[in-house]
């Protein structure tokens, strides 16, 4: 069984840049979650992918999008990036059954905004 | 959403048992209690998640209270490799989906 990946590890930006990142669900999940975590925080909850469409947001602007594709991948896009945008951002897996939402994350992309 | 209570740092001996606090007052009855740990600069990594019965893994015990307003997280025999900062959320009900990360304990393991 092949748990979360997420492409790139590490991935150095300017201000006003966009940037996507990627992420491969756990075999048989169905669901992605996206989280950003800032230096010394714990994650804050983006949003979530269920069937190819967004599925609850947190407090993040719109500047923050994201897809999920019919093999339940999915990006996290940002558009102009600003310098309080560096952080780790993780991507989360599971399978939705409506009660429980068991999430098992990624090991994460460093991203740096300068 | 539900908030959940954590001291700030604990300590424990290697071998010996580590139990976890996490108040969580505001619980309601469809909200389930769920552990993670984070290693520095890791993904956090689940441990544990129960309703209002006592669970038990290959990883860790979760003891809830009958009133379900604060649970115990217990790892038998800890290692070093434990060392971690330990995160306590509830979540289900209304905020299915998300999970709302607090500050979170920072167990320290020492030999």
């Known amino acids: 069984e092949t748990g979360v990946t997420q492409s790139p590890t590490h991935l150095i930006k300017t201000r006003g840049q966009q940037v996507t990142l990627r992420c491969s669900s756990q075999s048989g999940h169905n669901t992605v979650s996206w989280y950003q975590q800032a230096l010394g925080q714990g994650p804050q909850f983006i949003f979530q992918y269920y069937r190819e469409e967004e599925n609850g947001r947190g407090n993040f602007p719109p500047r923050f999008s994201g897809l999920q594709f019919p093999n339940y991948s999915s990006e996290l896009n940002v558009n102009a990036l600003e310098l309080d945008d560096s952080a780790l951002y993780l991507c989360?897996?599971?399978?939705?059954?409506?009660?429980?939402?068991?999430?098992?994350f990624g090991p994460g992309t460093r991203l740096t905004v300068l | 959403d539900a908030k959940t209570t954590q001291p700030t740092s604990m300590d424990c001996a290697e071998g010996r048992a580590a139990n976890l606090p996490c108040n969580h007052s505001t619980i309601s009855g469809n909200e389930y209690v769920y552990w993670y740990r984070q290693i520095h600069s890791q993904g956090p990594q689940y441990i544990i998640h129960?309703?209002?019965n006592n669970e038990t893994n290959e990883m860790a015990s979760l003891i809830i209270t009958e009133d379900r307003k604060s649970s115990t997280l217990i790892l038998p025999h800890a290692t070093l490799r434990d060392t971690a900062v330990y995160y306590c959320i509830v979540a289900g009900g209304t905020s299915y989906g998300k999970l709302t990360f607090g500050q979170g304990t920072i167990l320290t393991v020492h030999p």
């Open positions: 989360a897996s599971s399978l939705s059954d409506r009660r429980t939402d068991t999430q098992y």
């Open positions: 129960g309703l209002k």
